[in-house]
Nanobody
Framework: QLQLVESGGGLVQPGGSLRLSCAAS???????IGWFRQAPGKEREGVSC????????YYTESVKGRFTVSADSAKNTVYLQMNSLKPEDTAVYYC??????????????????????????WGQGTQVTVSS
């Protein structure tokens, strides 16, 4: 079972930046990786997704142009660079993995507001707080 560990969260002022990391226990070459977030009192929502070959990236509308997902195969790590952060970005952020045999549909569902029900491996989450 693939294990994932997120890091990089924290407190940042509006307009600031953070880079989240999602470190895997083994190679990510066979997995599409999604980023999700859950704010207090709200349902978990998909934010971004990157394909197993890192050739395709996806973003939900509210973060397009501000967030960038990338991967470093040598480090078995996926990153979420978050710029121009807004108070509404405050949430616990999770990364999750789904095997590439499922195709790219889970990524498309993710950015359409999906909760990630199809993803099989999850990290513990990292808190991001955007506040002045």
């Amino acid at each position: 079972q693939l294990q994932l560990v997120e890091s990089g969260g924290g407190l940042v002022q509006p307009g600031g930046s953070l880079r989240l990391s999602c470190a895997a226990s083994s190679t990510l070459d066979d997995y599409n990786i999604g980023w999700f977030r859950q704010a207090p009192g709200k349902e978990r929502e998909g934010v971004s997704c990157i394909s197993s070959n890192h050739g395709s990236t996806y973003y939900t509308e509210s973060v397009k142009g501000r967030f960038t997902v990338s991967a470093d195969s040598a480090k078995n790590t996926v990153y979420l660079q978050m710029n121009s952060l807004k108070p509404e970005d405050t949430a616990v952020y999770y990364c999750a993995a789904i095997h590439k045999r499922n195709g790219l549909r889970p990524c498309l569902v993710t950015i359409a507001g999906g909760t990630g029900a199809a993803f099989s491996s999850w990290g513990q989450g990292t808190q991001v707080t955007v506040s002045s």
